[in-house]
């Protein structure tokens, strides 16, 4: 079996409007790929592709092997698709509804007891089985759907907006489940939180206007970042900046400097290949300056993304 995702030249055209411009792109096992973009980048359209529930105006998509338009059959037990919105039958209850899955599913009547009791207890489903999914929070909703995506083990997980109204513990649970299922699957998330990205994902695909921008780790993206191994600074005496930002500024390493005048903060930013953090924690302790702060910057994707897309929103 060809364990990836091979799209090639995908187009889809709604009238006048392209919303998917010749995308190409690989997914290999273990990765776990965030698909980026603006409102209206065509993020949910290529996913619909891939799952095969919409077809593309031209180029092909193979899953693990299987041509999505051709083997449609094949390619779709391979994948588990959790859709915008996590739609099901609302007069259901989860175990209903999950129950009806596994059987459309084909999941083998020897196996289906023990699936379903781990996939409750994977998403913590225990204690709203027998409620009607109409009456549950936003954030169970999202856990039934991802629970029927992850029900037959596929070899590929395509998931919209994964933790989509989840509270801060439950995305950090499902976070933490969509990490330890990447080792064995192949895992796309389309997503709008950046922050999703930087947590579970080792690669990512930035899309705006149909069209791939950016393809990238979350630490390449970050590098791209003015505020890549920049130094912010707080002082305990505010009344010194003047003078330590005119010492800091003149610094060979550093190619800029600025002051946020709310919070005091002072940042340097490097110049082309430079690292100011140690010639400033140098000058700091040769001048006596007394920090409340001094820490490296990393980089940051919010900056990089709007950078991208040209500073639409995500």
Known sequence: MTAKIDCQGLTKQYGSLLAVDDLSFKVE????????????????????????????????????????????????????????????????TP???????????????????????????????????????????????????LAQAILHDPDVLLLDEPTDGLDPNQKHEVRQLIGGMAKSKIIVISTHLLEEVDAICTRAV???????????????????SKFHNAVSLKLADPSQLPAVRSEIAALPEVESTELDERSGRLTAFPRAGGRPLTPISRLAEQRGWALDELHLETGRLDEVFRTITGGATA
Do not use: W
Request: charged residues 30%.
């Open 206 to 224: 930035v899309i705006a206007r149909g069209k791939i921008l950016a393809d990238d780790t979350p630490a390449g993206l970050e590098a791209r």
């Open 95 to 145: 175990r209903e509804f999950l129950g009806f899955i596994a059987d459309a599913r084909g999941i083998p009547k020897a196996d289906r007891r023990r699936r379903l009791e781990e996939v409750y207890g994977m998403l913590h489903l225990e204690r709203v089985l027998d409620q009607s999914i109409e009456t549950l929070s936003k954030g169970y909703r999202r856990r039934v759907g």
């Open 29 to 92: 096992p273990g990765e776990v790929l965030g698909f980026l973009g603006p409102n209206g980048a065509g993020k949910t359209t290529t996913m619909r592709i891939i799952a095969g529930f919409l077809a593309p105006t031209s180029g092909k998509v193979s899953v693990c092997g299987y041509d999505v338009e051709a083997e449609p059959i094949e390619a779709k037990r391979r994948i588990g698709y959790l859709p915008e919105g996590a739609p099901s039958y609302p007069e259901m």
